[in-house]
């Protein structure tokens, strides 16, 4: 059994201590705590390599690993085994190409939300490998212009297909640019499409079981403004 001294004296005298080295027991390590002149005590060592026997609380555990979650650990191990903890990352797949021919704008003014505008549609068409036909007049894009110059997009209209189905569809998205670009396009010329960002999501709800995929299909759209009409490009998100 070792002598106990102080931390104090050993770290006064920590050579006479390094002599005993050779003959002394190997280290406690934290897996193994050894306990010196009653349970109060435990073996601690300093940077120096000095033993020396450090009174703790009786109130105190002496821990040596730290503590597991069970439930945590087999979480861990099923979301390991259940393959990868990613989403597939999506692709985008041509769907159709739009062109939406629009009437005059309808300028409601200022309201809470910005100046709104009703901008009616006069008809258009569409095209895709899959979904082909004619856009039915009747719908419309109420929109509202932000003070910034942004316009919140929200239009709703019908389509009919070749093959002679019904099919509605809903767009939301942005159209931002620099002012100046803002304020051409406001006059009805035609600016470069990549002057300005026009972004809409796409929706679809129809009954005719031919295209009743189109219901859980989610479209994104590349858009630009025309004096007289939109043309996007939808793209389906796989």
């Known amino acids: 059994m070792w002598a106990r001294r102080s931390c104090s004296s050993a770290l006064r005298s920590p050579s006479a ?18 306990r010196v002149n009653g349970p109060g005590e435990v073996l601690c060592e300093l940077h120096v390599g000095v033993r020396l026997a450090a009174r ?6 002496w821990t040596t690993t730290p503590t597991r979650d069970p439930e945590g650990s ?13 989403p597939v990352r999506p692709e985008l797949r041509l769907l159709a190409t739009f062109r939406v021919e629009l009437e005059p ?24 490998t899959r979904l082909s036909g004619t856009v039915l007049r009747g719908g419309a894009d109420w929109q509202v ?3 910034d110059g942004a316009i919140s ?10 093959d002679g189905a019904l099919i509605y569809i809903q767009t939301r998205g942005v159209r931002h640019g620099p002012p100046e670009v803002l304020a051409r396009l406001a006059d009805g010329e035609l600016v470069p499409p ?19 995929w189109l219901n859980r299909t989610l479209a994104v759209g590349v858009a630009m403004r025309k004096p007289d009409a939109v043309l996007y490009d939808a793209y389906e998100l796989t």
């Open 17 to 34: 201590s390094l002599a005993h080295r050779a003959r002394d027991p190997p280290l406690a390590t934290p897996s193994q705590p050894r």
């Open 56 to 61: 703790r609380s009786p109130w105190q555990k």
């Open 74 to 86: 087999r979480r861990v191990t099923a979301e390991r085994d259940a393959g990868p903890s990613v």
């Open 105 to 128: 704008v309808l300028d409601l003014g200022d309201s809470p939300w910005g100046r709104r505008r009703v901008v009616p549609i006069a008809g258009g068409s569409f095209s895709g």
């Open 145 to 147: 212009v932000h003070a």
């Open 153 to 162: 997009i929200d239009t709703r209209y019908t389509l009919r297909t070749d």
């Open 194 to 212: 990549n002057a300005y960002y026009f972004r809409v999501f796409c929706q679809f709800e129809t009954g005719d079981e031919r295209y009743h």
